[in-house]
């Protein structure tokens, strides 16, 4: 860390502490993600503890890449969200440190981190995929350990069903087995119930063995080719002991890995780039040969002619008979009906070419895909940055809950906007380069917004602010929470406040109801022509504010008690919605907004009116009892004079 700044250095020891955790978090997410979807494939095989280890090791190094950009996501928000929340962040930007110095170093590293993830994804993640394939293939046609359920089928041995009403676990004898086999298909069926079996595997575990007890067996002979059994429908065996050999290998046995060298998952930039040339190459010819090919062959398709048709009418062919038809047609006749099954064979000729060529396309296409993830995936982990950076600093939130709502949140976006753009783009809809790179497309412009948000200390994620927002556009009503102090200062002035701002509050709330009918609706024309706020209202509530702010020193409980049945007036909503007269002329002229909030206005004006009414009894409460309080304070100062 030669040429740091101690600032630096302790940025940069509290993200690479909490990449360190929060990227082990992240690869176990992902790898329980993808295992999940092969779990079925994986349970009841009998695999080893080495094989499963190996399995899990190259899943995890399978999904390193995936897990980078969200544990770079998850740790810049945590890392700026402590900073925010124990103040350090404000004591660096108080100093005269900008956002943007302090994300340096860390942006830096994301760069860093970006380039590993660049470099893990071309050489060691191929290497990876081939590794973890290869065992997920050998696992898949890797036998399951055979454990027979009671009371139900088992179907886990191929060409054989397995019932058994109870089994003894001691001694392995089953009781009451009923067993149909299908192992030489349907048409050779068999049967054999028996009283009771033994199920052992063999030594190399590539068999198993079946001893029946007091059981008979039930053959279908249908298929039988033996002209003595010709006329045999089936057989039926009365039996005191039959073994079986059933062919079953439940040892584990890993394929050949070549298999998977030609595989789009397993190459690196320079292989992809040599196969996408080669496959655009081959598409070319094959296109180039189709063309040729539909230029040099022609085929005529037949018509009958009246004559045919008459003479087919005339021999009373059944037409579901092609045989019937081919027979009784004129040599002309006849030489159409070749000429058109030539035709129909050469049309599935050429439907096995498309789909050979069609085929081939969608293999281009997953080259490109993979081709452009190498690159996507790494510009991911500086997008991420950015965004749970600024985050971190706005939101400042730290710990694990809150960050990591937030970044599976949008990780969650992320993904499934590159699933749908990759899917889109496997499919051929998209190019390859689009459905890659759409999601950094869509995640770059808010990486953008919230670093510029964050520089400008916005508080574009302060919860208070849309909960406010919120209740007054549904109209809830604020609550006063005013409560004792600990500490006061200074006394409220009751000699001022029962002498000249109470009586003059209490007038002005009187005269604004006589004269204002906020009982009655509003005029809906004359209501979108208002060019101004009413001034009036907002002188009272300011009057109202600092009565408030003046008695919330008081240490007397009905007081205090009495300041908190005070209103919060709303000064604005029972007016125009807009200061511009444009706007609102705008709205009444579109009639469902401009009765939306009419309707609103209206229901204002009448909680004002209530309002108004609660102020001047509040307002005679308080002086009573300040005349109260001012009472027994004189006599306390006469009795001390005395």
């Not at 007269?581 to 579109?590: C, D, F, K, S």
Request: include cysteine; charge should be neutral.
């Amino acid at each position: 860390m030669l040429g740091l700044k101690k600032l630096d250095k302790f940025v940069l020891k509290s993200f690479l502490w909490l990449f360190c955790a929060t990227f082990c978090i992240c690869l176990f997410i992902c790898v329980m993600q993808f295992l999940w979807r092969y779990v079925e494939d994986l349970a009841g095989k009998g695999l080893s503890m080495e094989v499963l280890i190996e399995f899990f090791f190259w899943a995890s190094v399978v999904m390193v890449p995936m897990a980078f950009p969200l544990a770079i996501l998850l740790a810049a928000l945590i890392c700026f969200g402590n900073l925010g929340e124990r103040f350090e962040l404000t004591a660096m930007k108080s100093a005269g440190i900008s956002l943007m110095r302090i994300m340096a170093p860390l942006a830096f590293t994301s760069v860093l981190m970006a380039l590993v993830s660049f470099y893990f994804q071309n050489d060691t993640a191929p290497k990876g995929q081939i590794k973890m394939w290869t065992l997920l293939l050998s696992i898949k046609q890797t036998s399951p350990e055979v454990d027979i359920p009671e009371g139900s089928f088992y179907d886990q041995i191929p060409g054989y069903n397995l019932y058994v009403k109870r089994k003894n676990p001691q001694t392995g004898m089953l009781y009451d087995v009923m067993i149909y086999s299908f192992a030489n298909g349907f048409a050779d069926a068999r049967v054999i119930r028996s009283d009771s079996a033994k199920l052992s595997v063999t030594g190399d575990k590539k068999f198993l063995v079946l001893d029946l007890f007091h059981g008979e067996m039930f053959e279908n002979l249908q298929s039988q080719t033996n002209m003595m059994l010709h006329d045999v429908p089936y057989r039926r065996e009365i039996f005191r002991h039959k073994t079986s050999l059933i062919d079953f290998n439940s040892g584990f046995e890993k394929m050949d890995e070549s298999f998977m060298t030609r595989q789009y998952m397993s190459k690196n930039l320079e292989q992809l780039d040599e196969s996408i040339d080669s496959l655009n190459l081959c598409i070319d010819s094959m296109g180039y040969a189709l063309y040729e090919l539909s230029r040099a062959t022609t085929y005529a398709l037949p018509r009958l002619s009246g004559s045919d048709s008459a003479m087919l009418r005339e021999a009373r062919v059944e037409w579901m008979d092609p045989d019937s038809v081919f027979r009784v047609s004129t040599a002309e006749m006849q030489r159409r009906i070749i000429t058109d099954a030539r035709a129909s064979t050469a049309g599935l000729d050429w439907d096995l070419k498309g789909m050979n060529l069609v085929d081939t396309q969608r293999f281009l296409w997953r080259h490109e895909i993979e081709w452009h993830k190498k690159f996507a995936l790494s510009v991911a982990c500086i997008i991420f940055f950015f965004i749970g950076a600024p985050l971190g600093s706005i939101i400042r939130k730290g710990g694990i809950g809150t960050p990591m709502v937030v970044s599976v949140l949008f990780f969650v976006v992320y993904f499934i906007i590159d699933t749908t753009g990759q899917k889109m783009a496997k499919e051929g809809i998209w190019p390859a380069w689009f459905g890659v790179w759409l999601s950094a497309f869509a995640l770059i412009p808010v990486a953008c917004f919230l670093t510029y948000m964050a520089n400008r200390d916005s508080t574009v994620f302060n919860a208070d602010l849309y909960k406010s927002a919120f209740r007054r556009l549904l109209g809830l009503r604020e609550e006063r929470h005013v409560t004792r102090k600990e500490v006061i200062i200074e006394d409220p002035d009751y000699e001022g406040l029962l002498e000249r701002e109470l009586p003059l509050l209490r007038q002005e709330a009187g005269e604004y109801l006589s004269t204002h009918e906020l009982r009655r609706l509003p005029n809906y024309i004359s209501l979108w022509r208002q060019q101004a706020h009413d001034e009036k209202i907002l002188r009272l509530s300011e009057k109202l504010e600092q009565i408030v702010e003046n008695l919330g020193n008081s240490r007397d409980k009905e007081v205090l008690d009495a300041v908190n049945r005070y209103p919060v007036l709303s000064a604005h909503a029972h007016q125009s919605p807009f200061r511009r007269p444009g706007l609102n002329l705008a709205v009444g002229i579109v009639f469902p907004v401009g009765l939306f909030f009419y309707f609103r206005i209206s229901r204002y004006r009448l909680r004002l009116y209530k309002d108004l009414q609660l102020i001047i009894s509040v307002n005679q409460t308080l002086e009573q009892r300040i005349a109260v309080l001012r009472g027994s304070e004189s006599s306390e100062k006469n009795s001390i004079t005395s």
